[in-house]
């Protein structure tokens, strides 16, 4: 979940369905991809005999990832790494958990990966290695009809989702600047759930909400005209999937990643989701310092 320069996004007030529309009836399964069998030969052996890939997840984010209609997992990220899974001959079984529990869990083998709009930067390549497959920057949204912006938004509340970049960097480093300028600090407003940061920022409970670009944009077209996006898109970074440091899966991620850019399958499914602004060219592995415990 995305940063400022190198900056991710959790209370709690009214639900989401009080201020957004009723979610899409989306399916994982309307993009068809089948098995590459030189992906699925890269992928460890533990993993591929069992046919499964263990998918950890930290839902309600719209668009990337939520409950759908029917109580199923939908979502850009969903979609994304189902067909990368695919690619390696393999199905994702997503687990749903806390934000701040999966890169832990994929450090320690509880999980072989996340797939959970996880934005790679320096302090998580410490623990774990990472397969990038888009980017996204910050953006704020406020109640429409107000003139609440970024740059002035020194002694606003503001909401974001606990454990993101929003709430440990972006936010922050504005209050900073605020405090330096002797004025009066931000206050952050910090939300387990998306959707009730977003419900506060509807509702007018706090003064405006920051959160991932694709988010942002996501809360605003589904809030019936409450919501309006609020200065402009911060910095982009990757959003990446992380994997055990050193595990030869990362190959076989970046080789599906690869893949799925190349055959226009990643553009298809970021156009049906709405955020075709993320989509890069290069998926890549990054790895971290192996000497760095």
């Not at 639900?15 to 590459?36: G, I, W, Y």
């Not at 998306?194 to 409970?205: E, R, S, V």
Request: hydrophobic content about 45%; some cysteine; glycine content about 8%.
């Amino acid at each position: 979940m995305a940063a400022i320069a190198t900056f991710v996004l959790s209370g709690c007030t009214p639900t989401a369905s009080t201020t957004a529309a009723e979610p899409p009836d989306r399916t994982r399964d309307e993009v068809q991809v089948e098995v590459d069998p030189e992906i699925a030969a890269l992928v460890p052996a533990d993993i591929s005999d069992t046919g499964t890939l263990v998918v950890g997840t930290s839902p309600p984010y719209p668009p990337n990832q939520f409950d759908g209609p029917h109580g199923e997992l939908i979502g850009f990220d969903i979609d994304v790494m189902t067909a990368a899974a695919r690619l390696m001959g393999l199905q994702a079984e997503f687990r749903p958990a806390d934000f701040d529990s999966l890169l832990p869990a994929v450090a320690d083998e509880a999980m072989h990966t996340a797939a959970s709009s996880i934005t790679v930067n320096d302090e998580r390549l410490e623990t774990v290695d990472f397969v990038s497959y888009f980017e996204a920057g910050i953006q704020w949204t406020a109640a429409a009809g107000t003139a609440v912006e970024p740059a002035e938004a020194c002694g606003l509340r503001v909401a974001v989702k606990r454990g993101t970049l929003s709430d440990l960097r972006e936010v922050p480093a504005r209050s900073e600047a605020c405090v330096e300028a002797g004025r009066p600090a931000i206050e952050t407003i910090r939300y387990d759930s998306q959707d009730d940061a977003t419900a506060a920022a509807a509702l007018g409970t706090v003064d405006a909400m920051s959160a991932d670009s694709p988010v942002a944009a996501y809360a605003v077209n589904e809030s019936r005209g409450k919501l309006r996006l609020a200065g402009d898109v911060v910095a982009a970074d990757p959003y990446g999937w992380p994997v055990r440091r050193g595990s030869d899966l990362t190959e076989a991620l970046e080789a599906a990643a690869v893949t799925l850019v190349e055959t226009g399958v990643l553009e298809e499914i970021a156009g049906k989701w709405g955020v075709e602004g993320g989509l890069i060219d290069d998926p890549r592995a990054w790895r971290g310092d192996p000497d760095v415990d």
